[in-house]
């Protein structure tokens, strides 16, 4: 089955403890992304990646590093959570860029304590 | 700075009506269009796009339509079924380089019988 898994689907930890968020798909997509959803505020992208060893910044990345050695994995680091970073994750694909459908992943609750 | 705005948090249809739900938008340079619905614990999926050089795009069940000079884009669903119940995602891209997506805050649509 085509799909974008996530794990883990909820984390509550404490502030300054490095986390990792994993993203996969199994679709052979180039293009992948990280997204938050806040209330009010709707989904905003986080970082986004064209390619293996291509990422950018998206409209809030402060906080957050991620890296893409593969294809299929696209995981999102956070270093030293603060309690701001209490979020609903969504990490998304596509097969490429050029205004292609985005597949999401089921999402991940984090809360920081 | 909110460049996607659904005004209408929730709306409430009956069973075989017609929903409607609108999205505006400020970014003149916004050239893709797309919905997306959301369940409850899962990720949103992809409903249906327009492109900026359409007025309308239909799937089924499912209407886009879109005014460029209002900056106004809106979803019919007709005829409404319990199980569109979810939260709907307006979405706009203006860069197929990066396929950027720029999300609305979503409006709750509760189909009753």
């Known amino acids: 089955e085509a799909q974008v898994t996530q794990n883990p689907r909820y984390l509550i930890t404490v502030t300054g403890k490095k986390l990792t968020v994993t993203c996969s798909q199994n679709m052979n997509h180039e293009y992948m992304s990280w997204y938050r959803q806040d209330p009010g505020l709707g989904l905003r992208q986080i970082y986004y990646s064209m390619n293996v060893e291509v990422t950018d910044k998206g409209d809030v990345p402060e906080g957050y590093k991620v890296s893409r050695k593969e294809k299929r994995n696209f995981p999102l680091i956070l270093e030293s959570p603060s309690p701001n970073q209490t979020s609903l994750y969504f990490c998304?694909?596509?097969?490429?860029?050029?205004?292609?459908?985005?597949?999401f992943g089921p999402g991940t609750r984090l809360t920081v304590l | 700075d909110q460049q996607v705005k659904q005004n209408s948090p929730s709306l409430s249809v009956q069973e075989g009506r017609i929903s409607i739900l609108n999205c505006d938008y400020t970014n003149s340079m916004f050239d893709y269009f797309l919905w997306y619905k959301k369940y409850p614990a899962e990720g949103p999926t992809f409903l249906i796009s327009i492109s900026s050089i359409k007025d309308k795009n239909e799937d089924g069940r499912f209407t886009v339509f879109l005014n460029k000079s209002a900056k106004h884009l809106s979803l019919h669903i007709v005829p409404s079924q319990p199980g569109d119940s979810a939260v709907y995602f307006c979405?706009?891209?203006?860069?197929?380089?990066?396929?950027?997506?720029?999300f609305g805050t979503g409006t709750r649509l509760q189909v009753f019988p």
């Open positions: 998304a694909s596509s097969l490429e860029t050029g205004y292609n459908e985005q597949f």
């Open positions: 979405a706009a891209s203006g860069d197929p380089n990066t396929d950027k997506l720029i």
